[in-house]
T-cell receptor
Framework: GGIITQTPKFLIGQEGQKLTLKCQQN?????MYWYRQDSGKGLRLIYY???????QKGDLSEGYDASREKKSSFSLTVTSAQKNEMAVFLC??????????????FGPGTRLTVL | QQKVQQSPESLIVPEGAMTSLNCTFS??????FAWYRQHSGKAPKALMS????GEKEEGRFTIHLNKASLHFSLHIRDSQPSDSALYLC??????????FGDGTQLVVKP
């Protein structure tokens, strides 16, 4: 089996600050994703990447940048943190579809608080 | 753009009850239909998926899919307190993007 690690686990920033979140996976999966989840709510796609150096915008890309430096890692940057923002950022990965599954595997999340 | 909607938003059931969660989608070319479960403070995890019309059962969990009516559901038989979680339905027409619903918060009371 594999694992997705996200760093940091908790991130506290100041309004206007640029903040970077990192994600690593050892599944050898091709596609990686960044989602934002507000408390008790669903997942909103920020960016995804289907291969190294590829970037595709999701529904919530404004205010964020992303970078797929290599197959195993995908970074997300909050370009200017908004005051009182609180959310969990989830990284996920998936493989080119097998006949039986399009499943995405998720990391444990980075919890962001902006003061 | 795919629209995925879940109902109800939240649900409280007694232990041992049958629980039914619903999901509608808008893209008739969708191929992958799944339920993910997220316990409080944890990552979402795929629970069950289905590709073709009909029903699929795994233990206490059953998915029903009706592509013509753009609807699928999850049924939990003999609900347990450990089933309490946020349930997210997921739909995709290709592997590169899955669209998630906003979730149903399920509480199973002992």
């Amino acid at each position: 089996g594999g694992i997705i690690t996200q760093t940091p686990k908790f991130l506290i920033g100041q309004e206007g600050q640029k903040l970077t979140l990192k994600c690593q996976q050892n599944f050898n999966h091709d596609t990686m994703y960044w989602y934002r989840q507000d408390s008790g709510k669903g997942l909103r796609l920020i960016y995804y990447s289907i291969t190294e150096n590829d970037l595709q915008k999701g529904d919530l890309s404004e205010g964020y940048d992303a970078s797929r430096e290599k197959k195993s890692s995908f970074s997300l940057t909050v370009t200017s943190a908004q005051k009182n923002e609180m959310a969990v950022f989830l990284c996920a990965s998936s493989i080119i579809p097998l006949p039986s599954s399009y499943e995405q595997y998720f990391g444990p999340g980075t919890r962001l608080t902006v003061l | 753009q795919q629209k995925v909607q879940q109902s109800p938003e939240s649900l409280i059931v007694p232990e041992g009850a049958m629980t039914s969660l619903n999901c509608t989608f808008s893209d008739s070319a969708s191929q992958y239909f799944a339920w993910y479960r997220q316990h409080s403070g944890k990552a979402p995890k795929a629970l069950m998926s289905i590709f073709s019309n009909g029903e699929k059962e795994e233990g206490r969990f059953t998915i029903h899919l009706n592509k013509a009516s753009l609807h699928f559901s999850l049924h939990i038989r003999d609900s347990q307190p450990s089933d309490s979680a946020l349930y997210l339905c997921a739909v995709s027409r290709d592997n590169n993007r899955i669209f998630f619903g906003d979730g149903t918060q399920l509480v199973v009371k002992p």
